[in-house]
C-alpha cells in the first residue's frame, strides 16, 4: 500500500493509548536475595543493581552511610582503587554507587558478553572492602572542599534549610552535613557500617537489558554464597519534629542579587489514597513547562527562568515542595503569586481543556518511561522499594484519565492552604 502523503494522519491523544506495564520476572538466590529481572531490547547492554538498606536512615551518626556508599570502589582486600577502576573501565563497564535516605545502591552498567568478568569484583567490592586510611583523608579533604563552595549558593542553602523545617533536624530527610561530621569520622565505623549493612545486610537485585541465558546461575552462584539476608531490615522509627515557625528568610550573601524560594507542606507517602491524584494537581499547578506557575511567574511577570512543583519521592514522610529562584527585589511578590494560583485553585474549577492537556502530558511522561529496559526496570525498583505492585500502576493511569475537576478542586481545598505552607527565601 503506497502512502499518499497528501492526506494528514489521524492525531490520536495519548490518554486513549491502552498502557502495559511489562511484566518482570522474579526467583531468589540460595540465600534467599530476591531478583527482579526484566529481559527486554535489542542491544547487548545489562545493568544489573544491588540495592541495600544501608541508607541514612539506618547510621547512627552523621555521613556514615554516605561515605561507607562512596568507598565502596576505594579499595578491597585485593585491589587498590586504582585497579578497581582499571578493570571496569578495561571491559567498557561503569560502576556507579549511590547512597540515599533508606537505600543505597551498587549500579552497574555493561556489556551483556562482559558480565562473567565483572560479576566477581562487585562482589569482592559487597564482601571484602577495607576503605583505606588514606583514602578516606582524601574524600574528608575533597568533601571538604566541594561543602565550602556549595555553602556559598543560595540555592544549596535554601535545600538544606526547607527540610530541616518540615522533617526536623534530627530526621533522616532533614538533617545535613558540616564540615565537623567529616573531620570526626571513623574508619572503623565505616568498617562496622559496611559489615552490618552491605556483607551480611539486607540485599534485592535488579536486572535488565539483553539478559544472558545462564545469568541467574552466575548470580547465583557468586552472590548466593555470600552472607547476604542474614539480618531482618532494623525497623527504626524517625519521629518528625516540623519547626513551629513557618517563615523564614536568610541573608546568606549580602550582595547577592537572586533568591532561592522554597515553599513546602507535609504530605502522605504514595500510599494515601489521595497520592496519584494529587499528582495531576500539582502538574496543573506547577509540575511541568505548561503549568499555572510557569505561566503566570516565568511567562507573565518574567520572574523568574523557572518554577516548580513536586511532590517528594519519599519512602516514609513526604512533602509537597515549590522551588524557584527569582530576583531579590521580587522574592516576595513570587510567593504572592504562588498563594495566587493556590487560591484559584481552590475556588475555580479546571476548565476541560486544560485537564486535558495536562492528561496527555503524564501519560505520554508515562510512554516515555515505558520505553526501554532500563527505564522499565527503575519503575519496578520503585514499586518493589515502596511495598507496591503493578495494581498501582493501572490504578494511577486510570486515576489520570478519570479524575474530574470537580475532585481535584476538592483536593486543592484539602492540600493547597497557605497556612499549612512553610515558606523560606535565602538571599
Known amino acids: 500500500m503506497t502512502l499518499n502523503r497528501t492526506i494528514t494522519p489521524p492525531i490520536t491523544d495519548a490518554v486513549s ?54 568507598m565502596l570502589k576505594n579499595g578491597t582486600a585485593k585491589r587498590n582503587a586504582f585497579s578497581i577502576n ?131 546461575k552466575q548470580l547465583n552462584e557468586i552472590f548466593g554464597k555470600l552472607p547476604l539476608q542474614q539480618k531482618t531490615i532494623p525497623v527504626i522509627e524517625h519521629p518528625l519534629h516540623p519547626s513551629t515557625e513557618k517563615k523564614f528568610s536568610i541573608i546568606n550573601d549580602a550582595e547577592g542579587v537572586q533568591g532561592a524560594i522554597r515553599m513546602a507542606r507535609p504530605f502522605p507517602n504514595r500510599h494515601h489514597p489521595d497520592y496519584s491524584k494529587v499528582q495531576i494537581l500539582n502538574n496543573v499547578f506547577g509540575g511541568f513547562f505548561g503549568s499555572r506557575l510557569m505561566s503566570n511567574i516565568r511567562e507573565d511577570k518574567g520572574y523568574t527562568y523557572g518554577i516548580h512543583s513536586y511532590i517528594q519521592n519519599h519512602i516514609h514522610d513526604s512533602a509537597w515542595m515549590i522551588s524557584t529562584e527569582a530576583g531579590r527585589e521580587v522574592c516576595e511578590a513570587t510567593i504572592q503569586e504562588v498563594y495566587k494560583e493556590m487560591q484559584v485553585l481552590c475556588n475555580e474549577p479546571i476548565e476541560e481543556d486544560e485537564l486535558s492537556l495536562v492528561r496527555n502530558y503524564m501519560i505520554g511522561s508515562v510512554l516515555g518511561e515505558l520505553d526501554g529496559p532500563f527505564q522499565l526496570i527503575s519503575r519496578w525498583k520503585n514499586y518493589v522499594l515502596n511495598g507496591v505492585d503493578e495494581n498501582y500502576f493501572y490504578n494511577s493511569v486510570a486515576q489520570i ?14 492540600y493547597l492552604n497557605p497556612d499549612s505552607f512553610y515558606e523560606l527565601v535565602v538571599i
Open 17 to 70: 493509548f491502552d498502557l502495559q506495564l511489562k511484566k518482570c520476572n522474579q526467583y531468589q538466590l540460595d540465600n534467599g536475595v530476591p531478583v527482579y529481572s526484566l529481559d527486554a531490547g535489542t542491544q547487548e547492554v545489562l545493568l544489573i543493581e544491588w540495592v541495600f538498606y544501608a541508607g541514612n536512615w539506618y547510621e547512627q551518626k552523621n555521613i556514615v552511610a554516605a561515605t561507607t556508599n562512596f
Open 86 to 216: 582499571e578493570h571496569f573501565e578495561f571491559y567498557g563497564a561503569y560502576l556507579n554507587r549511590s547512597c540515599y535516605n533508606e537505600t543505597a545502591t551498587i549500579t552497574l552498567h555493561c556489556l551483556s558478553k562482559h558480565i562473567s568478568e565483572l560479576l566477581p569484583v562487585v562482589a569482592e567490592i559487597i564482601a571484602a572492602s577495607v576503605f583505606p586510611e588514606e583514602e578516606l583523608n582524601t574524600y574528608r579533604r575533597n568533601q571538604k572542599q566541594r561543602l565550602e563552595v556549595n555553602l556559598k549558593k543560595c540555592d544549596f542553602i535554601a535545600n538544606r534549610l526547607i527540610d530541616e523545617y518540615v522533617y526536623g533536624i534530627q530526621h533522616p530527610y532533614g538533617k545535613y552535613t558540616s564540615t565537623l561530621d567529616y573531620d570526626n569520622l571513623n574508619r572503623e565505623e565505616l568498617v562496622a557500617f559496611h559489615r552490618s549493612f552491605y556483607t551480611e545486610g539486607n540485599c534485592t537485585i535488579f536486572t535488565a537489558g539483553k539478559i544472558p541465558a545462564n545469568l541467574d
Open 401 to 414: 484519565k478519570t479524575t474530574g475537576a470537580d475532585e481535584l478542586q476538592d483536593l486543592a481545598k484539602k
